[in-house]
């Protein structure tokens, strides 16, 4: 009934859209979405090399393209959205004090994210991924959770940081 009077509320009044992540304390946070998201923009940048090989594109392949590069636009800004909602909501001045690159790394991570959405570059796509593994190994260590690195089984076939969750 609640939800019903506020639907009829908000047809008149037109209330805003909001989203939060962690302004109530979940304690729930992992950078493995921002890892993952920096290997799809790797993933869409091969995608899109591979179709710059090709002398023309027809319309399906322009289409795919438009689509990649919308693609690794929108996961350039889920590597921004979780590494900030990391950096504001959980670290706090004892993660400052052990790691003290953390405001370093967080900002250059937003600096080298603008640089790989800007461009179709795979250099500047690999430099964010070890700049993301660093800061998921910094998280991983400030809660003492041992960490180990892997090639992930996919494309593109990159090194992550994992927690070892076997070892605690």
């Not at 091969?46 to 710059?52: A, V």
């Not at 790989?116 to 260590?141: P, Y």
């Amino acid at each position: 009934m609640l939800h019903s009077l506020l639907n009829k509320i908000d047809k008149v009044a037109n209330f805003g859209s909001v989203s939060a992540h962690c302004d109530i304390p979940c304690k729930i946070y992992d950078p493995i979405t921002a890892q993952i998201s920096v290997l799809t923009m790797i993933r869409m940048v091969d995608l899109l090399e591979e179709l710059n090989e090709k002398e023309t594109l027809n319309f399906n392949q322009q289409a795919q393209f438009s689509r990649l590069v919308a693609q690794k636009e929108e996961h350039g800004n889920k590597v921004k959205e979780e590494i900030r909602i990391i950096w504001g909501d959980y670290i706090k001045q004892p993660q400052l004090d052990q790691f003290p690159e953390l405001h370093e790394l967080t900002h250059s991570i937003m600096l080298q994210t603008s640089k790989a959405k800007q461009n179709i570059d795979k250099d500047a796509t690999l430099e964010l991924l070890n700049k993301v593994n660093r800061f998921a190994d910094i998280f991983w260590q400030s809660k003492g959770v041992a960490t180990y690195s892997a090639t992930c089984p996919y494309p593109p076939a990159q090194t992550l940081i994992y927690p070892d969750l076997k070892a605690n």
